[in-house]
């Protein structure tokens, strides 16, 4: 049980270039997250998918894009990526149908774009 | 929408002391409030969560008090030990039916000195 798996761990970038992150869980869980971490700013929720087959925007969704390819993955693209988006991306999921609303995180992919 | 206070932002405490990070939030509607643990270079986990119709939990030598008419909650670690050492993040959820909003706080670094 290998609960929220996110690649790549590290990735660096030039402005401009485009890339996916990749997440994935076994836990069956509906509701899954992406979230950025900068320092001083917290946890921002970026998107999120509900369910399959849904997803909608959060705080911060500029740049990013989204997809829910079923219901163990959710990948977020960055189409042109600026040094803005630099910053540590967290995958998360949630079982929607619980009453707990604990978030199960992956561990983080650091991403430095130059 | 949600806006989730936290203070202070840093926190330094002696072995043996005790910490305590306050949190305020806006939405009254919100009625799910859990405690998460960073340690450097981890992912988020949770440690402790508390109810909007409970006032109070604890869990060995953490503890969560719930204000709801202030809308305010506050996270209590006693008798600190180093692995304490963390940043720790508030949210306030609500969490009804299919609908689930969370907003989390800024975060507190807390350093507990040996």
């Known amino acids: 049980n290998a609960g929220v798996t996110q690649t790549p761990k590290f990735q660096v970038l030039k402005t401009g270039q485009s890339m996916t992150l990749q997440c994935a869980q076994d836990m069956n869980h509906n509701s899954m997250y992406w979230y950025r971490q900068d320092p001083g700013m917290g946890l921002r929720l970026i998107y999120y998918?509900?369910?399959?087959?849904?997803?909608d925007k959060g705080e911060v969704p500029n740049g990013y894009n989204v997809s829910r390819l079923n219901k163990r993955e959710f990948s977020l693209r960055l189409e042109s990526a600026a040094p803005s988006q630099t910053s540590v991306y967290f995958c998360?999921?949630?079982?929607?149908?619980?009453?707990?609303?604990?978030?199960?995180f992956g561990e983080g992919s650091r991403l430095t774009v130059l | 929408g949600e806006n989730v206070e936290q203070h202070p932002s840093t926190l330094s405490v002696q072995e043996g002391d005790s910490a305590v990070i306050k949190c305020t939030y806006s939405d009254s509607a919100s009625n799910y409030f859990p405690w998460y643990k960073q340690e450097l270079g981890k992912r988020p986990q949770l440690i402790i969560d508390?109810?909007?119709?409970?006032g109070e939990k604890k869990d060995q030598r953490i503890a969560v008090t719930l204000n709801k008419t202030a809308k305010h909650f506050s996270l209590h670690i006693t008798e600190t030990q180093p692995e304490d050492s963390a940043v720790y993040f508030c949210a306030a959820i609500y969490s009804g039916g299919s609908n689930y909003k969370l907003t989390f706080g800024k975060g507190t670094l807390l350093t507990v000195n040996p």
């Open positions: 508390i109810r909007s119709n409970v």
């Open positions: 998360a999921s949630r079982n929607g149908g619980a009453r707990t609303g604990e978030l199960f």
């Open positions: 998918s509900a369910s399959e087959g849904t997803t």
